[in-house]
C-alpha cells in the first residue's frame, strides 16, 4: 500500500512539471495581458498591483494585489488533477504580466499563518523593492506554485504514511 502511495505521488509530480509539453497549461505559467512588448527593462515586470506597501516603522504591510477567478480550463494541467480543485486564479503583476493557472488551493495555502505566495508578493511591491522584478524572480513565483500543488497533491500520501507509522508503534516501557 506504501508503495502505491509513493509511485501516485511521483506520478502526480511528474504531471504538475511536464505537462506543458503536452500542450497543457502549466500551473503558475506566465502570462501577458493585451499586445505587451514583453520588456522587463520597460516596467513589464515591477509589481504594482498592490500586493505590498510601507507600514508603521518600515514594515511591510499585506495588499490585496489582483487576482482573478476563473474556472480551470479543460486545457490546463489543474482541470485533470484531482485535489486542487475546480477553480483556478490569475495573479497580476501589474497590468501587463500575470501568473496564470494557480489554484485556490494552491494560493490559499499558508505557512505560519501567512498565505506562501501572496507574502511572497507582498516584499517585491515595486514602491517597497525600488525596482522591478528579474525574469528569475517572476520564475520563483511559478516555481512556488508547483511545489505547492505538489505538497497539496500528496497530503493523501502523507496522511496513509504517518497513519502507518502511528498503527506500527511500539510502546516502550518505562525503567
Excluded at 133 to 151: C, G, N, Y
Aim: aromatic share 6%; hydrophobic share 40%; proline share 3%.
Amino acid at each position: 500500500m506504501r508503495q502505491t502511495h509513493q509511485r501516485r505521488a511521483l506520478l502526480l509530480c511528474h504531471h504538475i512539471h511536464d505537462r506543458g509539453r503536452a500542450g497543457r497549461a502549466l500551473i503558475g505559467d506566465g502570462g501577458w495581458a493585451g499586445d505587451s512588448s514583453r520588456d522587463p527593462s520597460a516596467g513589464d515586470l515591477d509589481v504594482t498591483a498592490g500586493w505590498g506597501h510601507a507600514g508603521k516603522e518600515g514594515v511591510t504591510m499585506p495588499g490585496r494585489g489582483r487576482v482573478v477567478e476563473r474556472p480551470c480550463e479543460t486545457f490546463e494541467v489543474c482541470a485533470d488533477l484531482k485535489g486542487l480543485g475546480s477553480i483556478t486564479l490569475d495573479i497580476y503583476l501589474n497590468n501587463v504580466a500575470y501568473w496564470r493557472n494557480v489554484p485556490v488551493r494552491v494560493w490559499d495555502y499558508t505557512i505560519g499563518g501567512y498565505q506562501v505566495i501572496k507574502k511572497w508578493l507582498s516584499y517585491r511591491e515595486n514602491a517597497l523593492l525600488g525596482r522591478g522584478l528579474t525574469i528569475e524572480e517572476a520564475q520563483e513565483v511559478t516555481h512556488m506554485a508547483r511545489r505547492i500543488s505538489a505538497i497539496l497533491l500528496l497530503e493523501p500520501a502523507l496522511d496513509a504514511n504517518y497513519k502507518a507509522v502511528v498503527a506500527a508503534t511500539v510502546a516502550l516501557r518505562e525503567r
